[in-house]
């Protein structure tokens, strides 16, 4: 796969920045999936996709592999809770090693021409305060209620990682133009396949 076609192959259908940041490994069911940050350069191309940087931040190896160590983090607390498994202590402790870093950078309270704005957080505009912000935004998922809404996508093929903030709270595809579709049309082929069988 080229990097065009990779940067192509992006989703965002996650509900939330971590997990469409969970998603930027993809088809997690087969062994190793579809990686599409490989080099630093393609982790600043999301970051700034994502619209987690004002511009394409600056990635470095060693940051690329501890921000892939995040990822890998988040992804196995949200595969424990939505299997309803125990969640070991390492990837707690590697999410907790990032937020160490984000309670650097704490709320403020700004003042705008004499107007009071909160800004939630004051971590720098670049790849390391963007990826504070996914460990944040990741540990208020994991480590509340919401944590009951985390879903893997029933699609065929598919294993993306999303957020079920539907009013029913019934979504099972991580799109409907997707895997939602395509279940759809299997199902219709199978009907038909029935009635064709029993002469209906
Ligand atoms: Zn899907």
């Known amino acids: 796969m080229t990097m065009a076609e990779r940067r192509l192959d992006y989703v965002w259908y996650g509900g939330r920045p ?3 940041f969970v998603n930027t490994r ?9 990686e599409l940050l490989r080099e630093p350069a393609d982790l600043g191309r999301w970051l700034e996709a994502a619209g987690l940087v004002p511009d394409r931040a600056v990635v470095d190896e ?6 892939l160590e995040l990822r ?3 992804d196995l607390a949200l595969v424990a809770v939505v299997e309803g498994e125990p969640l070991s202590p390492e990837p707690v402790a590697a999410i907790n090693a990032w937020l160490a870093s984000a ?4 709320p403020r309270l700004d003042l705008d021409e004499g107007v009071p704005v909160y800004r939630a957080n004051a ?3 670049d790849a390391f305060g963007a990826l504070c912000r996914i460990a944040v935004d990741a540990a208020e998922m994991l480590g509340s209620e919401l944590r009951t809404r985390l879903r893997i996508c029933g699609g065929v093929n598919c294993s993306a990682r999303f957020i079920d903030n539907s009013a029913a709270r019934r979504r099972r595809w991580c799109s409907m133009a997707g895997c939602g579709n395509r279940a759809k ?3 219709f082929r199978q009907t038909a396949a029935a009635k064709a069988r029993t002469g209906g």
């Open 185 to 187: 049309a299997s199902q």
């Open 123 to 125: 971590a720098p505009a």
């Open 72 to 74: 890998e983090a988040i």
């Open 62 to 67: 060693a940051l690329l592999a501890r921000a």
């Open 103 to 106: 309670a650097q950078y704490p």
């Open 26 to 34: 993809r088809y997690r069911f087969e062994a190793g999936g579809s």
């Open 18 to 20: 971590s997990i469409d």
